[in-house]
C-alpha cells in the first residue's frame, strides 16, 4: 500500500465514519463501496474490512451518546438478540451466495436507505405501546438540544425484532452496520425519536459486527493492513459524527446523507449486473 492510498483510505474512513455515525449507520455502508471502487479490493475481503469499520464507528461514539442520554441500553439488548440470531445466520451463508447477488443487495439496501432518509423518519405522537414492550419497561427519556425533556414508549417489540433479524443477516453478509434497517424499525415500527433510534442502533450495530468480523478474521479473509487506515479514518469520524447527532441531526444531514447513498447505489447496481465500474486509484 502507497502513502496516497493510505491516505485517500483514511480521509474516506473519516467521512464515512462522521456520516454514519451522524445517522446511527456507522461507516460500513460507506467504506465497502470505497475498498471496492478505488482500492479494487475483492468484495469478501471488503466486507471484513467494512465491519472492522462498524466496530470503530461504535466503540468511538458511543460513549458520546451514553453520556448525552440518547442510548437506550435495555432495549438495545432485546433487540441484540434477535439482530445475534440473524447475524447467526448471514456467517453460515457466507461463500454460498454470487457475489453479483451480493452488490445488487446491496444497491437495493442504499435505495432503501436513501428513500427512508427522505420520507421514513419522521416524528409520531401518542404511540400505542404493546404488552410485551410495557411488561419490560423499555420506554424511556433524554433532554434535546433546548433542554426538555422528551418522553417516549416502545411499541410494536415483535414487528421490530423481526426487522432486527433481517438487518443481523445483512450485516454478516455485505459488512454494513445494518443500521439501514435497524432505524427505520425503531423509527417506523416501533415509533421512537429519530435521536433515541440512531444512538441506540449504533451501540447494536458493533456488537452484531464483532461476531462477523471474527469469522471473517479466523477464515483469513480480514487484511489487516487494509484495515489500519479505516480503522484510524473511521475512529476520528466517528467521534465527529456523534459530536454532530446529538447537537444537530437535522433535515439539512438526512438529504445530504440521502445524495450520497444514491451516488454509491449506481457503481453499484453496475457491478451486479456484470458491467465493471472502478475508480482509477
Wanted: charged letters at 5%.
Amino acid at each position: 500500500m502507497t502513502l496516497d492510498q493510505f491516505a485517500v483510505l483514511c480521509a474516506g474512513a473519516l467521512a464515512a465514519g462522521a456520516l454514519g455515525s451522524a445517522l446511527g449507520m456507522a461507516g460500513g455502508i460507506f467504506v465497502v463501496p470505497l475498498l471496492t471502487l478505488y482500492a479494487h479490493v475483492p468484495f469478501p475481503a471488503a466486507v471484513a474490512v467494512g465491519l472492522v469499520s462498524v466496530i470503530a464507528c461504535s466503540c468511538a461514539s458511543a460513549p458520546r451518546f451514553l453520556t448525552a442520554g440518547l442510548t437506550n441500553l435495555r432495549l438495545a439488548v432485546v433487540l441484540e438478540a434477535a439482530t445475534a440470531l440473524g447475524a447467526v445466520v448471514g456467517v453460515l451463508m457466507i461463500g454460498t451466495v454470487p457475489e453479483g447477488f451480493l452488490y445488487g443487495t446491496f444497491a437495493v439496501v442504499l435505495l432503501v436507505s436513501a428513500v427512508q432518509m427522505i420520507t421514513g423518519r419522521r416524528h409520531r405522537s401518542s404511540p400505542s405501546v404493546g404488552r410485551s414492550s410495557s411488561n419490560l419497561a423499555l420506554g424511556g427519556s433524554y433532554a434535546d438540544s433546548h433542554g426538555s425533556t422528551v418522553v417516549y414508549e416502545v411499541s410494536r417489540l415483535p414487528l421490530g425484532m423481526t426487522f432486527m433479524f433481517g438487518a443481523g443477516t445483512l450485516s454478516a453478509l455485505l459488512g454494513i452496520g445494518s443500521g439501514v434497517l435497524k432505524i427505520p424499525a425503531m423509527d417506523a415500527a416501533m415509533r421512537l425519536p429519530i435521536k433515541v433510534s440512531s444512538a441506540t442502533a449504533n451501540l447494536m450495530i458493533g456488537v452484531t459486527a464483532c461476531g462477523a468480523a471474527a469469522a471473517y478474521l479466523v477464515s483469513g479473509t480480514l487484511d489487516l493492513v487494509l484495515a489500519a487506515p479505516v480503522v484510524l479514518g473511521s475512529v476520528a469520524g466517528s467521534i465527529l459524527g456523534a459530536r454532530i447527532l446529538v447537537r444537530a441531526a437535522g433535515p439539512g444531514l438526512r438529504v445530504v446523507f440521502a445524495v450520497v447513498l444514491l451516488a454509491l447505489a449506481v457503481p453499484m447496481t453496475m457491478n451486479a449486473f456484470g458491467t465493471t465500474w472502478t475508480v482509477s486509484s
